[in-house]
C-alpha cells in the first residue's frame, strides 16, 4: 500500500513542477508593464491565467494593479517584476474582488493592499467560495490559496507615487465597486473589468447593464491614451469601449424584449448572437450565465404586481 502511494506521489511531483505561468512582462509606457492573460475560460492548461495584471516601476517603488488568480501567480508575478526592477514593491491595488484578480494577494502580504471599501466587503463575503470554484476548475494551480482581505481602504482621488499621479476613479458597472486608475504621467488607463475586450463580459455581481452603460461613458469622457482592459489587448482607442456599449445595449435589449414577450430562460440562452460580436471569445458561454444573472431582473419588471395601485380614473 506504502509503495502504491509513494508511486503516486513521484508520479504527480513532475505534473506540479510544470505548472509555470512563464509571466512575461510587456512594457507598454513608460514605467508600465502588463501580463497578458488569454482569453479563455479558466481551465487546468492555463491554470486560470485569464486575465491582465499590470505594475508600474516609479522612483518610489512599484505600485501593482491586481495580483492574479492564486498564490502561486502571485509570487510568479513579483519574481517577473524582480526581473524587470530591483525597487521594492510598495503598494498593491485591486480593481475588484473577482478570484482571478484578487486571490494572488497572499505573495503581497507585506505590502499595503488597497481596495475601494466594498470591494473588500464583497472578497470577505465571497471570496471563499470563488476560490473553491477556481480549486474546481485549475487544480493543481492553485494549491495553497488562500483569500488575503485588502488592508488599505482606497477613497476616489489623486495618489501619488514617486512621480506618478495615480487617479483612483470609483464605479459600480461590474460588480458594485470597481476601481479603474488612470496614471496622468503616462495617459494608461487600467480599466480593470469594467471593460473586455474580444472576450464577452460577465455579470455576477453587475447592478445591473444601465449602470454598466453609464460607466462606458465616463470611462471614454477621461483623458486617457492607452485603455487597458481587465481580459483581452490594449487598445490606443476607443474601440474596446464602443464594443462594450454596442454588446451591453444589445444584451440588455436582449433581455428586455424577452421578458417582454414572456420568454423562457431556455430560449433566450439560445438566442442568435449577431455577427459583429462572433469573434469575441466565450459569446456563447457568457450569454448563458448573463441571463441567468440578469434576466430574472427583467421579468420581475415586466410583471407588476397586481397590487400596485392603479391610476386614478378620471370623471
Ligand atoms: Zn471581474
Redesign the pocket.
Known amino acids: 500500500m506504502r509503495w502504491i502511494l509513494l508511486c503516486c506521489l513521484c508520479l504527480s511531483l513532475p505534473a506540479l513542477a510544470d505548472l509555470d505561468y512563464a509571466l512575461k512582462p510587456r512594457l507598454i509606457a513608460d514605467d508600465t508593464w502588463l501580463l497578458e492573460g488569454s482569453t479563455d475560460n479558466f481551465n487546468k492548461t492555463n491554470g486560470g491565467n485569464i486575465v491582465n495584471t499590470a505594475f508600474i516601476v516609479t522612483e518610489a517603488g512599484v505600485v501593482v494593479i491586481d495580483t492574479g488568480p492564486s498564490r502561486r501567480y502571485g509570487e510568479a508575478l513579483r519574481q517577473a517584476i524582480a526581473g524587470v526592477t530591483a525597487k521594492p514593491v510598495i503598494q498593491v491595488l485591486l480593481t475588484?474582488h473577482?478570484p482571478?484578480?484578487a486571490l494572488g494577494n497572499q505573495a503581497f502580504k507585506t505590502v499595503p493592499i488597497g481596495a475601494l471599501a466594498d470591494t473588500t466587503r464583497l472578497l470577505h463575503e465571497q471570496g471563499d467560495g470563488m476560490a473553491e470554484n477556481l480549486y474546481r476548475l485549475v487544480g493543481d494551480w492553485m494549491r495553497g490559496t488562500e483569500v488575503v482581505l485588502p488592508t488599505q481602504v482606497l477613497e476616489p482621488g489623486v495618489l501619488s507615487v514617486g512621480s506618478h499621479d495615480l487617479r483612483l476613479l470609483a464605479f459600480t458597472g461590474?460588480?458594485g465597486a470597481d476601481l479603474a486608475i488612470l496614471d496622468s504621467k503616462t495617459g494608461v488607463l487600467f480599466a480593470g473589468?469594467l471593460v473586455f475586450y474580444q472576450r464577452a463580459l460577465?455579470t455576477p455581481n453587475s447592478p445591473g447593464l444601465a449602470a454598466w452603460l453609464a460607466d462606458i461613458e465616463r470611462l471614454q469622457a477621461l483623458p486617457w491614451t492607452l485603455l487597458v482592459p481587465?481580459h483581452g489587448p490594449v487598445a490606443g482607442d476607443a474601440r474596446p469601449l464602443e464594443q462594450m456599449r454596442d454588446y451591453l445595449t444589445w444584451l440588455d435589449q436582449l433581455l428586455r424584449d424577452g421578458a417582454a414577450q414572456g420568454s423562457e430562460m431556455a430560449e433566450l440562452i439560445r438566442s442568435p448572437i449577431p455577427e459583429r460580436f462572433a469573434a469575441i471569445s466565450l459569446n456563447r458561454y457568457e450569454l448563458i450565465r448573463s441571463v441567468s444573472h440578469l434576466y430574472p431582473r427583467y421579468e420581475r419588471e415586466q410583471l407588476q404586481r397586481v397590487d400596485t395601485p392603479a391610476p386614478l380614473l378620471r370623471n
Open positions: 475588484h473577482h482571478d484578480h461590474h460588480t473589468d460577465t481587465g
